[in-house]
C-alpha cells in the first residue's frame, strides 16, 4: 500500500509539478480536482496548499514548468564575440527546434501547452512574461544584426513569429506530418529541420541562395 507523504517533504512540489501537468493536460483547469492530483502523486492533500496557496497557482506554475524545458538555455543564449549574425540565427533554430522534439519530453507537456495557448488562462501572461519574452528578445538581437538598420520594431516581431512558427509547427502537428510524409517522415528529424528552417529563412532574407539553387 503507498504512503502519503507529508506536505512539508521537499520531494512533494517536484513531484505535484509535474503529476499536475499530466492531469491538467488531460483534464483542463477546471475539471480537473486537487484530490485526484494529490491521489496520483501520492501526497497530502494539504500539500497542494502549502506549495501554491490552490489550484490555480498550482496550474499556472504547472504551465511553466512544462514550458521550462524549452525556455531552459534559450533565454539566456550567448555567443562568442564576433559571431555571425547568420550563424547565431542557425543556433537559435537549432537549440529551439531540438529542445522542442526533445524524444525525452513527455507527450503531455505538448499536449498541456496546446491547451492553454488554446484557451488562455491566468498561466499565459505569467509565461509569457518570464519564458516567452526573453526568447524573443535573443531572437530580436538576432534580427536586428540581420535585417536593414532602423528596421522597425513590428517588423522585427513578424520575422520572428515566421520563424518561430515553422519550428513550433513540426512540434504540434506531428501525427499529422507522420501521416502525410510516411516512409519518408525518416528526413523530419531535429538536425534536418533545422537545417531546412534556417536556409529557408536565410534565403528569405537574402543572406542565402534561393531554395532549390
Same mark, same amino acid.
Given at each position: 500500500?503507498?504512503?502519503?507523504?507529508?506536505?512539508?517533504?521537499?520531494?512533494?512540489?517536484?513531484?505535484?509539478?509535474?503529476?499536475?501537468?499530466?492531469?491538467?493536460?488531460?483534464k483542463g483547469?477546471?475539471?480537473?480536482?486537487?484530490?485526484?492530483?494529490?491521489? /496520483?502523486?501520492? $501526497?497530502?492533500?494539504? =500539500?497542494?496548499?502549502?506549495?501554491?496557496?490552490?489550484?490555480?497557482? *498550482?496550474? @499556472?506554475?504547472? %504551465?511553466?514548468?512544462?514550458?521550462?524545458?524549452?525556455?531552459?538555455?534559450?533565454?539566456?543564449?550567448?555567443?562568442?564575440?564576433?559571431?555571425?549574425?547568420?550563424q547565431r540565427?542557425?543556433?537559435?533554430?537549432?537549440?529551439?527546434?531540438?529542445?522542442?522534439?526533445?524524444?525525452?519530453?513527455?507527450?503531455?507537456?505538448?499536449?498541456?501547452?496546446? /491547451?492553454?495557448? $488554446?484557451?488562455?488562462? =491566468?498561466?499565459?501572461?505569467?509565461?509569457?512574461?518570464?519564458?516567452? *519574452?526573453? @526568447?524573443?528578445? %535573443?531572437?530580436?538581437?538576432?534580427?536586428?544584426?540581420?535585417?536593414?538598420?532602423?528596421?522597425?520594431?513590428?517588423?522585427?516581431?513578424?520575422?520572428?513569429?515566421?520563424?518561430?512558427?515553422?519550428?513550433?509547427?513540426?512540434?504540434?502537428?506531428?501525427?499529422?506530418?507522420?501521416?502525410?510524409?510516411?516512409?519518408d517522415y525518416?528526413?523530419?528529424?531535429?538536425?534536418?529541420?533545422?537545417?531546412?528552417?534556417?536556409?529557408?529563412?536565410?534565403?528569405?532574407?537574402?543572406?542565402?541562395?534561393?531554395?532549390?539553387?
Open positions: 500500500m503507498n504512503t502519503v507523504i507529508e506536505a512539508t517533504d521537499p520531494t512533494t512540489r517536484e513531484r505535484l509539478l509535474r503529476v499536475a501537468g499530466q492531469v491538467f493536460a488531460e483547469l477546471e475539471a480537473a480536482t486537487v484530490r485526484e492530483i494529490c491521489g /496520483r502523486a501520492e $501526497a497530502n492533500v494539504a =500539500a497542494v496548499h502549502y506549495h501554491f496557496g490552490g489550484k490555480e497557482r *498550482l496550474y @499556472i506554475e504547472s %504551465v511553466k514548468h512544462a514550458h521550462g524545458s524549452v525556455a531552459e538555455g534559450m533565454k539566456n543564449a550567448v555567443w562568442p564575440p564576433g559571431t555571425p549574425p547568420a540565427l542557425r543556433d537559435f533554430i537549432a537549440g529551439f527546434i531540438s529542445r522542442l522534439l526533445d524524444p525525452s519530453r513527455p507527450p503531455w507537456l505538448v499536449k498541456l501547452m496546446m /491547451r492553454e495557448m $488554446a484557451q488562455p488562462t =491566468a498561466a499565459c501572461a505569467e509565461l509569457v512574461r518570464d519564458n516567452i *519574452l526573453p @526568447i524573443a528578445e %535573443v531572437l530580436r538581437q538576432i534580427l536586428q544584426d540581420i535585417l536593414p538598420a532602423g528596421a522597425p520594431r513590428w517588423k522585427l516581431l513578424m520575422v520572428g513569429n515566421s520563424i518561430i512558427s515553422q519550428c513550433v509547427f513540426y512540434c504540434q502537428n506531428r501525427p499529422i506530418i507522420e501521416q502525410v510524409a510516411g516512409l525518416s528526413y523530419f528529424e531535429p538536425p534536418a529541420l533545422a537545417e531546412h528552417i534556417s536556409r529557408f529563412t536565410l534565403a528569405a532574407l537574402g543572406l542565402e541562395k534561393p531554395m532549390g539553387r
